[in-house]
Structures are given as structure tokens and as C-alpha cells.
């Protein structure tokens, strides 16, 4: 059973375009997490959401739009995809957001490998 | 301005042997510091944690050492295992904020060669 799962697992598209990534887990966690993976290989926050509420919201570009339909689903729409978008995304999610003094393990999907030519 | 580094790309090591991985921080306020480790194609999983009041954490082949004084912390994986070659990720989470998010180094490349 895939706890966290990403589709589409490459996404290859030209620049200008509209894209989205889903994202589900089926570990009835309630905070879900959007990280950026660039080329450099640092892995960055993006975004989380906590019961579908935003509670995380890095300085990314308004053409990424997280949009979370239920606790289960986080999905990230890009648009107006740029060349420097390109990287590979992962979603994650945890029991509950970690509170001062404790660490709630965020379980990763394999992620999305986006080329924008 | 990388919060936590990882300034060794890459490590070889024998089998049996230790591996050490190392990461160094510059920001006081971390409550937890975290080992992920990534296989190809593969998201990160994790793999040992320790709180920053403490300065070492022991689970199996895999221990955690915390040098608050010179913001460090280090992996010992001992004995190294074939399986063991992946790439790995230190992470910290901010005290301030209580958001869970994770701040992750570049990481590195662990090669345990038969």
C-alpha cells in the first residue's frame, strides 16, 4: 500500500503552460507539505496545509497554488511554467504539525520529476 | 542563506566499516534535528531524530551526535551495509513557529562498497 502518492511521477511540459501535481496519502494524517527539490538538490518548503488550512506559505511565486480539497489531497497548480521551475516536487504529509518539543515524522511520496522545456 | 550544510557531497566507505556523515547548522533555534535518507527515484524517509536538549541519540547500527557548541551534528552508521548506500538529508525544524516545517541540507552521497 502507497501511504503517500504523487502523480503525475514526470511531467515534462513547455514553457507558458498550466500544470498540476496531485497529491494524496492514505495515513489519515491531518498537515500535508509541497517541497522543491532543485537542482542544487536542496529540498525546500513550499507550502503546508494542516486540516486543509495553509499554515506554511514560503516566498514561492503566486503561480504555484496549493489547493487542498480534503485532508487526504494536497495538489499544487503551477502556472505560467517557467524554466526555472523545473525540479523535482514532493509531497509529504504528518500525523499533525510538530509542536515545540516534539517531532511527528512527514512521510514522503517518490515525487514528480518537472522538466519545462 | 542555507541554514543547515552539508558540506561533503559525497562518502565512500567498506563495508563493516563506520560511515560518518556530518552537517553543521547556524541557527540556534532548532528544536529537532532529523537524518532523512533517499534512495534513487524514491522520496526521503527517515531515519533518526534527536531534540536539542539532548547530544546523542542511539537507534541500532545508527547514532546521532549533537554538538550544540559548535552547531554540529554528525550520523555514525556502524557496521556500513551495501544497503546503507543512499543519499542523506539533515534536517532541522525552527523552535519558532511550531509549523513542522523542515529545513533541509544539500546532502550526501553514501557509497558502502562490498
Known amino acids: 500500500d502507497t501511504a503517500v502518492s504523487q502523480t503525475p511521477k514526470y511531467l515534462v511540459t513547455q514553457m507558458g503552460n498550466d500544470k498540476s501535481i496531485k497529491c494524496e496519502q492514505n495515513?489519515?494524517?491531518?498537515?500535508m507539505y509541497w517541497y522543491k527539490q532543485d537542482s542544487k538538490k536542496f529540498l525546500k518548503i513550499m507550502f503546508s496545509?494542516?486540516?486543509?488550512?495553509?499554515?506554511i506559505n514560503e516566498t514561492v511565486p503566486n503561480r504555484f497554488s496549493p489547493k487542498s480539497p480534503d485532508k487526504a489531497h494536497l495538489n499544487l497548480h503551477i502556472n505560467s511554467l517557467e524554466l526555472g521551475d523545473s525540479a523535482v516536487y514532493f509531497c509529504a504529509s504528518s500525523q499533525e504539525r510538530s509542536r515545540r518539543g516534539t517531532y511527528n515524522e512527514q512521510f514522503f511520496g517518490p515525487g514528480t520529476r518537472l522538466t519545462v522545456l | 542563506d542555507q541554514q543547515v550544510k552539508q558540506n561533503s557531497p559525497s562518502l565512500s566507505v567498506q563495508e563493516g566499516r563506520i560511515s560518518i556523515l556530518n552537517c553543521d547548522y547556524t541557527?540556534?533555534?532548532?528544536?529537532?534535528f532529523l537524518w532523512y535518507k533517499k534512495y534513487p527515484a524514491e522520496g526521503p524517509t527517515f531515519l533518526i531524530s534527536i531534540s536539542s536538549i539532548k547530544d546523542k541519540n542511539e537507534d541500532g547500527r545508527f547514532t546521532v551526535f549533537l554538538n550544540k557548541s559548535a552547531k554540529h551534528l554528525s550520523l555514525h552508521i556502524v557496521p556500513s551495509q551495501p544497503g546503507d548506500s543512499a543519499v542523506y538529508f539533515c534536517?532541522?525544524?525552527?523552535?519558532?513557529?511550531?509549523?513542522?516545517?523542515?529545513?533541509f541540507g544539500q546532502g550526501t552521497t553514501l557509497q558502502v562498497k562490498p
Open positions: 496545509y494542516n486540516n486543509k488550512e495553509l499554515i
Open positions: 541557527n540556534s533555534m532548532f528544536d529537532y
Open positions: 495515513l489519515g494524517h491531518d498537515t
Open positions: 534536517a532541522a525544524i525552527p523552535r519558532v513557529g511550531n509549523t513542522g516545517k523542515l529545513i
